[in-house]
């Protein structure tokens, strides 16, 4: 069967457990946008003690994505593939000046919208019981 291969729905701090390339669809919260390389820093703090953050890319999504998407605090939804870090993150990382706590995921952006007013707790429910579900009919992450 050729076509895209389907996302697969996911927690934020799922991530750092795909491999490069993989598609994911999870949900998180601006914590940063950065402008010259059209970059988001996404959050969600689940399990409760993750502290897994997003950056993902949306050169690719720019021409639909509204202003009010990039503001912190804005939940979105995010279809897209998991990347490698980009050259001048490992250069930076090596030479010691991103030490941070937090553990840092890549993404590319191919769908991204507005999670509105969402329900966190339900949303988190459903997204456990879809990768029980997932767990039982599909291999692991």
């Given amino acids: 069967m050729y076509g895209p291969q389907p996302s697969r ?26 402008v010259p390389t059209a970059t ?10 993750s ?18 998407d990039l503001e912190v605090g804005a939940w979105l939804n995010v279809i897209g593939y998991v990347s490698a870090p980009p050259d001048s993150s490992k250069r930076t990382a090596r030479k010691g000046r991103a030490h941070n706590a937090a553990e840092i995921v890549y993404a590319q952006a191919v769908v991204l919208w507005s999670a509105g007013d969402i329900k966190l707790d339900a949303y988190e429910k459903a997204v456990e019981a879809r990768k029980a579900a997932d767990a039982i009919f599909s291999p692991p992450l």
Avoid: Q, W
Avoid at 9 to 34: H, I, N, P, Q, T
């Fill in 9 to 34: 729905l996911v927690f934020l701090s799922d991530l750092k457990r795909m491999s490069v390339g993989s598609k994911a669809r999870f949900l998180g919260c601006v914590d940063d946008y950065d």
């Fill in 51 to 68: 502290s897994v953050v997003a950056r993902v890319n949306i050169d690719h999504v720019l021409e639909s994505v509204k202003r009010n």
């Fill in 40 to 49: 988001l820093t996404l959050k969600h703090a689940h399990p409760i003690k």
